[in-house]
């Protein structure tokens, strides 16, 4: 096979201390592929995905995307990398709606509250992947899992098209977890 790794990290190494979190890992990933990082608690997955996703820097290593070396220091450039972290605690405020969470913290135009045109956006994503969602609803309003919903759309407006999702299925139900699996099916047959 000749396809070429959408990211690839290199000799990725991360100290806390004298803790040492990841000891030179390497990770190949493929758009339109669902990878699973499995591995005990304490074993280093989601620190190297935090380093991915720009939460950490790695102490040594190297990360291509594409085949290009990048230097991911924050979130914001890992979303100018196409990359977007989902993380097991989401981070929503409960009193705003879905659509005030999503472009929360955007800069310029895309962080200004067109409540149409961000509702007419997330609809879009909603109806091209599978999502049930109501960009108008309040996140204190909904369930587990339409907040997680809500943190997926939040990235895939942001224009990640690389998705980590960090342990998605430890807070819902199994009928929940299949519909996230037709969701992220829908996902990698968009290459994502």
Do not use: C
């Not at 979190?21 to 989601?46: C, F, M, P």
């Not at 409540?115 to 956006?121: E, I, P």
């Not at 309040?138 to 997926?152: A, H, L, P």
């Amino acid at each position: 096979d000749n396809k070429i790794a959408a990211v690839k990290m290199r000799d990725i190494t991360k100290r806390f201390g004298s803790v040492v979190a990841n000891d030179r890992v390497w990770l190949d990933i493929y758009r339109g592929e669902i990878l699973a990082l499995l591995g005990e608690n304490g074993s280093g997955k989601t620190t190297l995905m935090n380093m991915l996703s720009g939460i950490y820097f790695p102490d040594e290593g190297q990360i291509l995307i594409d085949g290009e070396e990048v230097v991911i220091r924050s979130p914001r450039d890992a979303y100018r990398y196409g990359i977007g972290m989902i993380h097991q605690h989401f981070k929503l405020v409960d009193v705003f709606t879905a659509a005030e969470n999503i472009i929360l913290g955007l800069p310029g135009d895309k962080g200004k509250m067109d409540k149409n045109a961000v509702a007419k956006a997330v609809r879009e994503i909603a109806d091209r992947y599978g999502f049930d969602i109501d960009p108008n609803q309040k996140i204190y309003e909904m369930s587990v899992s339409q907040k997680q919903t809500v943190e997926i759309v939040k990235v895939l407006y942001r224009g990640a098209d690389i998705l980590i999702l960090d342990e998605p299925t430890a807070v819902l139900t199994p009928q929940e977890t299949e519909k996230l699996f037709t969701v992220m099916r829908n996902m990698k047959k968009d290459g994502k």
